[in-house]
């Protein structure tokens, strides 16, 4: 009910406004500046292929996983026809930030992106503070109307307060939140006459006129750029050597991976990456598989090779998920998301197995021995091992499907 209604909510205001108020975020929650660059084409185009499948049209911004971001990024966003993002205040490389308003970012090749900031203050009150968001009409009257009168009430001119906080907020971490949330969106914010907006409206008329430079590989979440993802980090209490021998084995792999899709593709796909990127519209049940590869072949395949192709493709899939962001985000390793990273790794060097004869799993196993819990001992390579057993038990369950 609550997802039919988010569509809802866009649609409306798309047919009202012309621009929708949703917005899409990469594929699979990959922090982004620490992926190459031919994941991150992978990550943004798989956004914008899911957004569209579920809206009904492109997505005119793109959140990016815990706002990881640098320039790489921004470009092959533009590139692909993001017009927008949001970061948070410190990610901006200016003394004097203005968050009421949002900048340009200019881009090699003559393009730009449009970055919003949001309010850092109010946003850490409603993410952290739960007395901050037990009253929706006492909120708008201590904090949002005090910060709009008291701060830009000399200026003629609108003023974007741009509030960003986890939706898991409202109702899952402080229950009742989301009646907070409709009281303030729907009652106290006009009472006191401010006006809602969201970034795709207020750009509409509300022409962007400064440049900004941002500050490559931060993040939201992480003060130390986005080492809380790669290695040791003041965010975490506990030894976090494990994290970085993790991204060290999983980048590995990856790069074994890519090897053996091409290995294996490219005699018969001419256009491998454009099929990978492609293959999307089969996750989202769009076209089926067949069809996809038979129309990039090169001439006309067996049914074997399309097969094999088939699990190569789910192999790089399996693959973009051993980077979500929260294999890593966590100060252990013996918790569930960083051993669905290890699940997912398993899962990758399984279908190459079976798609090809070679078997990754000696590389992979050396390296995730040295990925060890700091509380308990448990080594990745004992997960690995686990998971990789129970998927040949599951082999048979195996099949091309739409």
């Not at 997912?344 to 799993?361: E, F, H, K, N, P």
Request: glycine residues 6%; aromatic residues 10%; hydrophobic residues 40%.
């Amino acid at each position: 009910v609550t997802y039919q209604q988010i569509l809802n909510q866009d649609r409306s205001n798309l047919k009202r406004y012309g621009v929708g108020n949703a917005i899409a975020q990469a594929y699979n929650h990959t922090i982004l500046p620490l992926a190459s660059s031919s994941d991150k084409i992978i990550q943004v185009s798989w956004g914008i292929a899911d957004f569209n499948h579920r809206f009904g049209h492109r997505p005119q911004g793109m959140w990016l996983p815990e706002t990881a971001v640098d320039y790489e990024t921004l470009a092959i966003m533009s590139n692909l026809g993001i017009e927008f993002t949001i970061l948070a205040p410190w990610q901006a490389e200016i003394d004097r930030l203005d968050p009421t308003k949002p900048y340009k970012v200019d881009l090699p090749g003559g393009k730009s992106i449009i970055v919003f900031f949001y309010q850092r203050d109010l946003s850490t009150k409603i993410s952290f503070d739960p007395h901050a968001t037990a009253n929706a009409d006492l909120f708008v009257e201590s904090e949002l109307a005090s910060y709009y009168l008291t701060k830009k009430g000399k200026s003629c001119q609108d003023q974007l307060i741009l509030l960003a906080s986890d939706g898991e907020l409202y109702g899952h971490h402080q229950p009742f939140r989301e009646q907070f949330l409709a009281q303030l969106l729907d009652g106290a914010g006009g009472s006191a006459g401010l006006s809602r907006t969201y970034p795709a409206l207020w750009l509409k008329t509300h022409p962007v006129s400064k440049t900004i430079r941002i500050r490559e590989r931060t993040s939201w979440s992480c003060h130390h750029g986005v080492t809380r993802w790669a290695g040791e980090c003041a965010c975490n209490p506990l030894d976090g050597r494990w994290k970085s021998h993790l991204r060290y084995s999983l980048n590995r792999l990856a790069i074994a991976l890519d090897g053996l899709y091409f290995e294996t593709v490219y005699p018969l796909i001419p256009k491998p990456r454009v099929l990978r990127q492609r293959y999307i519209h089969v996750m989202l049940g769009e076209i089926q598989v067949q069809k996809l590869i038979s129309e990039m072949a090169s001439h006309p395949l067996t049914d074997d090779q399309i097969w094999r192709i088939y699990l190569m493709l789910e192999s790089q899939r399996e693959r973009q998920r051993i980077f979500t962001s929260c294999g890593w985000f966590f100060e252990d390793f013996d918790r569930i998301e960083p051993k669905n990273v290890i699940a997912y790794a398993a899962q990758a060097v399984r279908l190459a197995r079976l798609a090809t004869g070679d078997d990754l799993s000696p590389q992979i196993v050396s390296d995730l021995k040295h990925v060890i819990s700091p509380r308990s001992g448990l080594r990745a390579d004992q997960v690995f091992n686990q998971h990789l057993s129970r998927s040949w038990v599951a082999e048979d369950h195996l099949s091309i499907s739409s």
